[in-house]
């Protein structure tokens, strides 16, 4: 029980580190773009370098960890994540045009954070069962929701010491992390042998032919609700600074309320859906709609708080969504094969961090309205994709098995009543005894009692 104390301390802050690669430098992002005299093309590509080498690299660490071991690809990860932040930090101090240097170092951090949280997951996996991995997979999902609604903060509060500082932070954070989890969590090697690339792939391949109909979907609408989260937040940074001159933590408090309200219903979302794909699919296609609804709705409202508390309606939306997406692929996918294809996914939904904020910046230079009209189009669409498509088949094996435990709960549920009626004096009244009492209130008296009595005296009669 310490062991796995330890296990949980050293595991929660990784999560956390990746979330802040990009949420901490979207409020910082419109005052590089003013230092470094940069187009709102390059400022965006801050985030799409980062992104698309952690979209790329993600799939390489899972199968790496399996190879290698989950610590010491972690340990790595760490480092070279720290290792860009320092780099990107130090150029903007020395160089008088550091932007090339920087690039480099934000693809070193994605680099890094492709070893990050989707390996923790995979740690979870292999150091916890039942119950107890239920709740680290729920404390790592904390600590993520935690990381995405201080990162605004945390970057408006660092960029009033220098914009450079939220560079130089991720060194000390990741450091301190790594510490951590050095020192207080303990692999647990796998014993069976890692599969080999070509088999890897064809894996893969394999479960794409079997649930490709609906994965194909569900990998898109995960890519797509991340696409535009991130699109809007750079569009709101740079219209809370560039228009209506709100800075600083005041800023970043503004940045945070979208992803608050997303943490929020993300959190509710799975204390409800359970295993219930019905219910999941439901949420996703509702949660789809409702991005539409707010995009449609925010091309028409000019006020910016106005707008922000229409862009919530989309933040609870995708709030619905992602929860739902992560439990369909666990459900419907053998064991053996949710590693690579949790790493696939994860590797997706990258790739739209990184394409949200450039395209959205070419949208903006067509129109406000081409921009909104744009997304909520696509947000629609998929939503009709996920009606028509995204009809997982839960696997029959992990199915049969939740069955068992649903049917053990309830018994056990039926048991600890009898036992605290016993313990308060109370009978459980069983059905026999309800029918009875419901023929006496009818009646006036038990039909079976006096069946029993003219039965009774008929057998007395005989015998005499």
């Given at each position: ?17 990746m ?33 698309i080498?952690?979209g ?8 790496l ?41 934000r ?9 990050t ?15 107890a ?46 510490l ?26 394999q ?14 609408i ?26 600083g ?22 204390l ?129 098995g ?51 009595r003219?039965l ?9």
């Amino acid at each position: 029980m310490a062991q796995n104390t330890k296990n949980l301390m050293g595991l929660a802050g990784i999560p956390l580190v990746m979330v802040l690669g990009n949420s901490m430098l979207i409020p910082v992002l419109p005052t590089m773009k003013a230092k470094l005299q940069l187009t709102g093309l390059q400022t965006s590509l801050l985030i799409t370098a980062f992104s698309i080498a952690a979209g790329v690299v993600i799939p390489l660490a899972g199968y790496l960890s399996d190879r290698f071991g989950r610590k010491i690809v972690v340990i790595l990860s760490l480092i070279l994540y720290g290792a860009g932040g320092l780099l990107a930090g130090l150029a903007a101090l020395w160089w008088d045009k550091p932007y090339g240097i920087i690039m480099i170092g934000r693809v070193l951090q994605g680099i890094g954070a492709a070893g990050t949280a989707p390996i923790a997951m995979a740690m979870v996996g292999d150091l916890f069962n039942g119950a107890a991995e239920s709740r680290a997979l729920g404390l790592m999902e904390t600590s993520n929701g935690l990381g995405k609604v201080l990162s605004p903060v945390l970057g408006a509060l660092l960029a009033m010491i220098s914009w450079y500082m939220v560079f130089l932070a991720f060194p000390i954070i990741c450091g301190a992390v790594l510490l951590l989890f050095w020192f207080c969590t303990r692999e647990n090697r796998q014993q069976k042998q890692p599969m080999q690339v070509s088999q890897y792939l064809q894996s893969i391949g394999q479960v794409f032919r079997q649930h490709g109909r609906w994965l194909v979907p569900a990998f898109f609408i995960g890519s797509i609700c991340l696409f535009t989260l991130f699109g809007v937040l750079f569009y709101l940074s740079d219209l809370l600074e560039e228009t209506y001159k709100i800075d600083g933590v005041l800023k970043g408090g503004f940045l945070a309320i979208p992803l608050l309200v997303m943490s929020i219903v993300a959190y509710v979302t799975g204390l409800i859906i359970k295993k219930k794909l019905r219910v999941m699919r439901l949420f996703v296609i509702s949660g789809m709609f409702l991005l539409a609804a707010s995009y449609v709705i925010a091309s028409f409202v000019q006020g910016v708080y106005l707008l922000i508390g229409v862009l919530v309606i989309g933040s609870a939306g995708t709030g619905m969504i992602l929860p739902c997406l992560n439990s369909m692929i666990v459900g419907a996918v053998k064991k053996a094969e949710r590693g690579m294809i949790t790493s696939l996914y994860s590797g997706v939904r990258f790739i739209g961090v990184a394409v949200g904020p450039p395209v959205f910046t070419w949208l903006l230079g067509i129109s406000r309205s081409v921009m909104f009209y744009s997304i909520a189009g696509l947000t629609a669409l998929f939503a009709v994709v996920a009606l028509f498509f995204l009809k997982p088949q839960q696997d029959s094996r992990e199915a049969s098995g939740q069955r068992a435990q649903a049917e053990n709960e309830q018994a056990k549920e039926t048991e600890a009543m009898r036992q605290a009626a016993e313990i308060l004096g109370i009978q459980a009244e069983s059905d026999e005894e309800r029918r009875r009492s419901e023929a006496v209130r009818r009646m006036g008296f038990d039909p079976n009692e006096l069946v029993n009595r003219l039965l009774g005296e008929k057998k007395e009669k005989g015998k005499s």
